[in-house]
Structures are given as structure tokens and as C-alpha cells.
């Protein structure tokens, strides 16, 4: 598989988190300074509070729950979507994202966004980033109560987008997404290896990918 033959697509798929806006953001979130709260409001040192974190996070990965604020909200008796508010100038843009979205919206492609984010973690990025004014619609995991991970996800995307499957690309950080979206018979796919601005880029994928927008040729 090569890097997007763009006559030949229709609609571009966008994921959120590590592929328009920086992941550092939510990495920072869920090992920084929700263990530090916890950590507070629970009398325990933040090793202890991470570590009582991971083992609620074993088994969750990829389904629903995991990305949930209303669950986590529950299991750790802290307001998770308040507590994101306390660290959103940590909320940006991944290079070239804007230049890039605008050339698609030029060439008249379709671009939504499909992110497993729940919708209060959503509507927080856009009240930051204004992202939702530079596509043409937002698509929560939550809507369907679906993960990206399962195929049941994209047989609802199509009921709702109507989207010929061979005519459209979908950018995405997660291999597992990027998996089952083959899987589903998704045509085009590509990978992003730096969603976090911090952290090392990440090359093993059996995906074609790119470090950053300014590298695809439109």
C-alpha cells in the first residue's frame, strides 16, 4: 500500500488525538495530573496513585470504557471533564494541520472526523482549537456507542456517512483502529508516527505513514 492516490478519494477520515491535535495533551492528562489529583484526593503518593490507575486500566484498552470521561468520572470520584479544563493550554495543533485541511476543503474532498474521544473531551478541543470550523463534520465513537476498534463502528459510520469504502482514506496514530478499518475494507490508510509532540516518533507500522502533513503532496 502507497501514500493516498488523491484522485482517487472522495472523503478523508480524520482522527482526532494524535493525528489533527497533539497527543501530549491527553498523555500528559492521564499520567500526569489525574494521578497527581488522585494521588491528593486519595492520601497516596502519585507512584501509588498511577499504579492503582494502571490496574483499572488493564482489559479496557479498545473498548468503550476506556475512553469514557462518564466511566472514569465514576471509578475514581473525581470530574474528569473539569479536571481536563485545568490543563487545556496543553491543547494544539499537530504541524501543518490547518494548511493541509484547507487544501483538502479546496479540492473539494469530504473530511470528518472520526474520534473515539467522548463528547465533553470533544467539545473542550473545539472550544480551544476552533478544529470542528476547518472540517466538514465531527463523529464521536460515543454517537454510536462503538469503539473505532470494532467493526460494528464503521458499519454504522456507513449507514450515517454513506462513504464508498474504496474512495476514501482514513488517517488515524492507532494501529488497532487502522486494523479494523482494514479489516471493514477501508481502501486508503495511513499512519501518523509523531502524535505526541514530546515523545520519540514511532515508526514500526505496517501501514504507510508520515511524521507530519507537510509531507503529503496534495
Keep these: ?41 486519595h492520601g497516596l503518593s502519585e507512584e501509588e496513585a498511577l499504579a492503582e490507575l494502571n490496574k483499572s486500566f488493564v482489559g479496557l484498552k479498545g473498548t468503550l470504557d ?24 496543553k491543547i494544539g495543533f499537530r504541524p501543518h494541520v490547518q494548511d493541509f485541511l484547507a487544501r483538502l476543503h479546496a479540492l473539494g474532498k469530504r473530511t470528518v472526523i472520526v474520534t473515539n474521544a467522548h463528547r465533553d ?6 472550544e480551544r482549537t476552533g478544529l470542528d470550523r476547518l472540517v466538514d463534520r465531527v463523529i464521536s465513537s460515543h454517537d454510536y456507542r462503538e469503539p473505532k476498534e470494532s467493526q460494528a463502528f464503521w458499519n454504522h459510520l456507513q449507514r450515517d456517512e454513506a462513504f ?19 479489516r471493514w475494507g477501508v481502501r486508503w490508510l495511513l499512519t501518523i508516527y509523531h502524535p505526541d509532540s514530546q515523545k520519540t516518533p514511532n515508526t514500526d507500522s505496517r501501514f504507510p505513514g508520515i511524521h507530519h502533513f507537510d509531507e503529503l503532496k496534495l
Design 164 to 182: 464508498d469504502p474504496a474512495r476514501t482514506l482514513l488517517i488515524d496514530d492507532s494501529q488497532a483502529v487502522l486494523e479494523s478499518a482494514a
Design 66 to 89: 476506556w475512553y469514557c470521561l462518564d466511566y472514569w468520572t465514576e471509578l475514581t470520584g473525581l470530574p474528569i471533564a473539569e479536571l481536563k479544563r485545568d490543563v487545556q493550554d
Design 121 to 126: 473531551s470533544v467539545n473542550l478541543k473545539m
Design 1 to 41: 500500500m502507497s501514500l493516498p492516490d488523491w484522485q482517487q478519494i472522495d472523503t478523508v477520515l480524520l482522527d482526532m488525538d494524535g493525528t489533527l491535535l497533539d497527543l501530549h495533551f491527553d498523555n500528559y492528562f492521564w499520567l500526569d495530573h489525574l494521578p497527581a489529583v488522585y494521588a491528593r484526593h
